[in-house]
């Protein structure tokens, strides 16, 4: 694995840590792929920094099961500011 694929599985881990952030959010910041992210997290983090993985796959294992919650708070906002207008 070349080295700078390495040095950003590292900081893609720290910044999910760091920011409570999505794989969206994450992969805007740092202008990936949402499946960049997801590959860098569980399948080359494992191999580097086990530790690592596991805290940054705990954080997108919550995101992913408050998501429906999320979508459907947005989804009321929108249709409330439509109302409104």
């Known amino acids: 694995m070349k080295d700078y694929i390495e040095e950003r599985a590292i900081q893609i881990a720290n ?22 992210v997801h590959k860098d997290v569980t399948d080359r983090l494992t191999q580097l920094n086990p530790s690592l993985a596991a805290e940054a796959r705990k954080v997108l294992d919550v995101n992913k099961s408050e998501r429906h919650i999320r979508g459907g708070l947005a989804t009321r906002e929108k249709y409330l500011h439509q109302h409104m207008n």
Do not use: D, H, L, M
């Open 15 to 36: 910044y999910i840590i760091e920011n409570n952030a999505t794989v969206r959010q994450t992969a805007k910041e740092f202008g990936i792929s949402k499946s960049t």
